[in-house]
């Protein structure tokens, strides 16, 4: 006779990848990386940090955005980095902090989500998205509390309510809806301070993008781990909107307008601050 | 204690063998075409929600026909090869190929070595960029592959799919021509002495596909689409003396 068969329901109860993962090759989870102990110098200048993303919501949806700068240090470790990356089909996620380890769990929470798609047959709610994501940070707090933080800021599209909504995190995988909109990272106490002022209720998508961008604008402007617009190089944030028609990148030349009308204006209007 | 009675291993394997076929050729029949614009894979299926059909990794499909609980836990295995494989490495190193020879192994274990072998005879198809890179790999319940190339018919009386198929498959064909031929050519399984039942409708049929530029198409990377009943209508509503 094989073993209890209940045991054998148990375990196909889990439809987790990172639970499979975890019990088959632990070594390939984020989270499992043995740094040792925290000796001299400090993590943000031993490994590239990403910063500001902004999220928000507006009528039908959710947007994030992040700006393209990586730094370690005093030094601009990336001006093309990418921060905000479309989880599934209805939800995109941004991250801050320690740059190699948030694109790990970046990589296992999109595989997550598609594993859990293809096993079940069915696409997993918004919810349960949002605690898988939180139990992926829980996992990395002992690489924290070593000075490699990862803090992402999660939007999607409940299909069930129809409307768009934005979880935030702490190191211990605190998991917090936000209303309206919210920031993560160094530049974020700036940005949210421009989100108050431009957000208003039933936003267009257009001017969504133009809130996000001046938003980032005004955190590059005060933060120095921040990167603005770069006409130079032609480097524009990276922008996601979530509805119910699922996940779109803003193209590039939407973000170049909104980045050079924001220059525009305040060129015109010279004021220091 | 009792004697056990002598059996040959050539008796062995061929009453494990004739068991899992008998098995097999209960259900319905299951259809892998290749053509022009991917892969199409059709099903007579009464169940909305049990699928014979499922999608493994970005251009890899899986079909199965037999006993629902063995092919269920063997396409659940190959999504969790996939994906471990795609996270280690990268999405291109999972193959087709590589899963084929893993579930060729599995079931040539469970043939020689279980209690019983598995009832089921499995597809796993990978669409490429051109037909010529398409890979349709047939698995029986005993761990033989195949390579095979257009199409392939599993379960039920296969035979007389085939002979009903070949007179309509072309490769030349896109999605709903070669959907319609398939669903024409399921009507001669379990049909009385060679003769077609009335044509199946999206109701009793279970259809997807494999696009071969699903980045082009939907902007995803992941080329397996189930067809929603109301769009297999329109497929199967078509004139088909316009195609």
């Not at chain 1, 209303?179 to 936003?203: C, D, I, M, T, Y």
């Not at chain 1, 939407?254 to 004021?271: H, K, N, T």
């Not at chain 2, 396409?75 to 579930?103: F, I, K």
């Amino acid at each position: 006779m094989p073993e209890d068969a209940a045991a054998a329901i148990g375990r196909a109860a889990s439809t987790s990848f990172s639970d499979y993962i975890a019990s088959q090759n632990p070594t390939a989870l984020p989270s499992a990386r043995n740094v040792g102990s925290n000796g001299s110098g400090s993590s943000t200048e031993l490994a590239p940090h990403a910063t500001t993303i902004v999220s928000l919501t507006y009528a039908g949806g959710v947007l994030m955005a992040g700006d393209r700068r990586a730094t370690m240090g005093n030094v601009i470790a990336s001006r093309h980095i990418e921060k905000v990356f479309p989880a599934d089909m209805f939800s995109v996620l941004g991250i801050a902090g320690s740059a190699g380890i948030a694109l790990d769990v970046t990589r296992l929470f999109q595989v997550e989500l598609e594993h859990y798609e293809k096993i079940e047959g069915t696409r997993m709610s918004l919810d349960g998205k949002a605690n898988r994501l939180a139990a992926m940070v829980r996992a990395n707090l002992p690489l924290a509390l070593q000075g490699l933080a990862v803090v992402p800021l999660f939007a999607g599209f409940d299909t069930t309510r129809r409307i768009g909504r934005l979880f935030s995190y702490d190191v211990t995988g605190g998991r917090y809806e936000e209303q309206e909109h919210h920031s993560v990272g160094s530049g974020s106490v700036f940005a949210r301070g421009a989100l108050k002022k431009l957000w208003k209720p039933n936003l267009g998508e257009d001017e969504a993008v133009k809130v996000a961008v001046e938003a980032l604008y005004d955190a590059a402007d005060d933060d120095s781990a921040t990167g603005g617009p770069d006409v130079v190089r032609q480097l524009w944030p990276v922008v996601y909107t979530v509805n119910g028609a699922g996940n779109r990148r803003i193209p590039e030349r939407s973000l170049a307008q909104a980045a050079q009308e924001i220059i525009a204006s305040r060129s015109v209007s010279g004021r220091e601050a | 204690m009792t004697q056990q009675f002598y059996v040959s291993p050539e008796q062995l394997m061929k009453d494990r063998a004739d068991f899992a076929r008998k098995g097999i050729a209960r259900g319905r029949s299951v259809v892998v075409l290749s053509c022009r614009e991917g892969i199409a894979l059709v099903a007579e299926n009464p169940s909305p929600s049990l699928h014979k059909l499922g999608e493994i990794y970005d251009r890899i499909a899986f079909a199965a026909v037999g006993k629902y609980n063995e092919f269920e836990s063997l396409r659940q295995a190959g999504v969790r090869y996939a994906d471990v494989r795609g996270y280690s490495y990268d999405r291109e190193d999972v193959t087709a190929r590589g899963l084929a020879s893993v579930y060729a192994q599995s079931l040539g274990a469970v043939f020689t070595a279980e209690s019983k072998p598995f009832e089921v005879e499995l597809a796993v198809a990978e669409v490429g960029l051109h037909p010529g890179q398409d890979h349709i790999y047939r698995l029986t319940f005993d761990g033989s592959i195949a390579d095979e190339t257009g199409f392939i018919v599993m379960g039920g009386q296969a035979d007389a799919v085939v002979e009903a198929l070949s007179g309509r498959w072309e490769a030349e064909l896109d999605f709903a021509q070669v959907i319609r031929a398939a669903v024409d050519s399921l009507s001669y399984d379990a049909g009385t002495s060679g003769e077609p039942r009335a044509r199946l409708d999206s109701a009793t049929l279970e259809v997807a596909v494999l696009d071969r530029d699903p980045l082009a198409a939907r902007g995803s990377a992941r080329a397996f689409r189930r067809l929603p009943a109301a769009e297999v209508d329109v497929v199967l509503a078509t004139d088909r003396t316009s195609s």
